[in-house]
Nanobody
């Protein structure tokens, strides 16, 4: 059974930092591209950051320079380091794994940026 379990969300003040983690089980983690998506209330889910099996990363423009995605293939974990958080980063953040069109999703972790 495939499971993606996110953690690390919470309430943080503007300008603060959080690190999200997503632990995968039931898949060969190293062959899956990993991505973080987010969905704010009333908005569509958007791709935030991705990392390929080879370690190439990409980011949505709104988080470039503030967020960093990384992966640990030994721990079967993908991370999202989020710095300089803004209220508009408030959303439910989801982890996604993909291998040749087969996609898996976690349940999400809530990030709220507010003073």
């Amino acid at each position: 059974q495939v499971q993606l379990v996110e953690s690390g969300g919470g309430l943080v003040q503007p300008g603060g930092s959080l690190r999200l983690s997503c632990v995968a089980s039931g898949i060969i983690f190293s062959i899956h591209a990993m991505r973080w998506y987010r969905q704010a209330p009333g908005k569509e889910r958007e791709l935030v950051a991705g990392i390929t099996t080879g370690g190439t990363t990409n980011y949505v423009d709104s988080v470039k320079g503030r967020f960093t995605i990384s992966r640990d293939n030994v721990k079967n974990t993908v991370y999202l380091q989020m710095n300089s958080l803004k209220p508009e980063d408030t959303a439910l953040y989801y982890c996604n794994a993909e291998h040749y069109g087969q996609r898996y999703w976690g349940q999400g972790t809530q990030v709220t940026v507010s003073s």
